[in-house]
């Protein structure tokens, strides 16, 4: 498994500003994605955050949005811009580790975000 | 929408009895993972079932896969009220899409002590 840990834990905002949430995890993993949880909902993923490229982002999410940063093979960072209320959501980092033949997906604590 | 259905949306058991949730999924995956979320924090890992398996157990949890159907199911047994919870099951499709999961809607454990 993987040790993750998520910039800022929770977060109240104002309506047009934007956060930046961070994740960090204990080793170098090659797949990172970030998933958003609706309040009682389940989970959806946003983006594949690529290590030295664009992220590539799933139908319905766009970087001017929701631009990510991955730097390196430990930490990504997933912006929330121009936010409104609609954007309250518990947002979640996870990293892909193989083990064996086959991938486990592991997550982040995940960041509250509410916004006013 | 979500692949992945899962029913019932809740359940409501005493300690010491089995819970038992289902998932099914539309299109062919690679593998399927189930996760516990406890009061809207992070995901736990509790195990994952590949396409070519059929039943895989840890602890007091037994997963199974029916991939003609499209569905798995997750078993606890002799519940605890440490069990309550929200589980999901993600659907790993594999190929070019690995690793992007795709969510359930997730069953509502309660055990009450």
């Known amino acids: 498994s993987a040790v993750i840990s998520q910039k800022p834990s929770r977060d109240i905002c104002q309506r047009g500003t934007s956060l930046t949430i961070q994740c960090q995890v204990d080793s170098q993993v090659t797949m990172m994605f970030w998933y958003r949880q609706q309040p009682g909902q389940s989970l959806t993923l946003i983006a594949t955050?690529?290590?030295?490229?664009?992220?590539?982002?799933e139908s319905g999410f766009v970087i001017d949005k929701f631009p990510i940063s991955r730097p390196n093979l430990t930490f990504s960072t997933l912006t929330v811009s121009n936010m409104s209320p609609e954007d309250s959501s518990i947002y979640l980092c996870?990293?892909?580790?193989?083990?064996?033949?086959?991938?486990?997906?592991?997550f982040g604590p995940g960041t509250r975000l509410t916004v006013l | 929408s979500q692949q992945g259905e899962e029913d019932p949306q809740a359940l409501s058991i005493q300690e010491g009895e089995n819970a038992t949730m289902n998932c099914s999924y539309k299109t062919s995956i690679n593998n399927l993972q189930w996760y516990r979320q406890n009061s809207g924090r992070g995901l736990v890992h509790l195990i994952l079932?590949?396409?070519?398996?059929r039943e895989k157990h840890s602890g007091r949890l037994r997963v199974t896969l029916d991939t003609s159907k499209k569905s798995s199911s997750l078993l606890i047994t002799a519940s605890q009220a440490a069990d309550t919870a929200s589980y999901f099951c993600?659907?790993?499709?594999?190929?070019?899409?690995?690793?992007?999961?795709?969510f359930g809607q997730g069953t509502i454990l309660t055990v009450h002590p």
């Open positions: 955050a690529n290590q030295g490229s664009e992220a590539t982002y």
């Open positions: 079932i590949r396409s070519n398996e």
């Open positions: 993600a659907t790993d499709p594999g190929g070019t899409s690995y690793g992007k999961l795709t």
């Open positions: 996870s990293v892909e580790i193989w083990e064996g033949n086959y991938n486990e997906q592991f």
